[in-house]
């Protein structure tokens, strides 16, 4: 179970970063992207969560409406506000800003034990899913914000292009075309889509960009500048 033993500040923002254990897979299949997603909804709850009815509620619904996206009132006590994120294979990007005390603290530990344990339960496995820490960056102004930002919704370049960080992106087009269509991120909602809308407060970091056009540009524009990759994941995670 992820932890962490620093103390988070209220209003403060971080940007979080939990691997598997020894770079193991955690996603193997579309399923469990899915529930990767609908578990950060999920145990973003002060109150304890009960994801397995939560989401007989939802398909009940869904198939009474045909199966039309179902909206609910949101009824959490939530630990954090996501800003942002993004799954990899072996790895989860969190950008988020802390509301209650310790929340980011108990929203990791509920996160990791909810997932951990359908993650072994599916594939009939024991002990730990993530490694026993998970990474945490302190965000301290909107430039670094902005950098970051690019770099959570940019980390899916390295399925295309493993070795982006170091030697820069070969084809920019291509890439922007993939993160457009890369669904396991907050990237889409950020530039109009609808993809998880629920899952991720978008006010604060589009007040800073602006608006979905440029919040898009800028990210675009990141993409199509190769001279300081490196440099900029550096920045990203310090």
């Known amino acids: 179970m992820p932890y962490r033993r620093e103390q988070f500040v209220n209003g403060e923002i971080y940007h979080i970063v939990v691997r598997g254990i020894d770079e193991n897979l955690i996603f193997k299949e579309t399923d469990d992207y899915y529930r990767g997603i609908f578990s950060i909804y999920e145990f ?21 409406l045909g199966g039309e996206r179902v909206s609910f009132f949101d009824k959490r006590d939530k630990l954090v506000e996501v800003l ?30 909810g997932y951990g344990g359908y993650f072994n339960r599916k594939y009939n496995r024991k002990g730990y899913v993530f490694q026993n820490r998970f990474s945490a960056v302190h965000i301290r102004n909107d430039n670094q914000l902005k950098t970051v930002f690019v770099y959570i919704h940019t980390n899916p370049t390295a399925l ?41 407060n978008r006010e604060f970091i589009l007040k800073i960009m602006n608006n979905e056009r440029e919040c898009k540009e800028f990210v675009d524009s990141w993409i199509k500048y190769k001279g300081k990759i490196k440099k900029f994941a550096d920045f990203a995670l310090e």
Not at 47 to 63: D, F, L, T, V, Y
Not at 86 to 113: E, S, V, W, Y
Not at 170 to 197: A, H, Q, R, T
């Open 160 to 200: 295309l292009e493993p070795k982006w960080k170091e030697a820069g992106i070969k084809n920019s087009e291509k890439v922007i075309k993939f993160l457009e269509s890369y669904k396991w991120s907050s990237y889409l909602d950020y530039i109009g889509g609808k993809n998880f809308p629920s899952v991720t």
């Open 44 to 64: 973003n709850n002060s109150k304890p969560g009960e994801i397995s009815k939560r989401r007989r509620e939802i398909q009940a619904a869904k198939k009474k």
């Open 84 to 113: 942002a994120f993004c799954l990899m294979p072996n790895h989860i990007h969190l950008l988020m800003k802390q509301l209650k005390d310790g929340g980011i603290t108990k929203f990791m530990r509920k996160f990791g034990a």
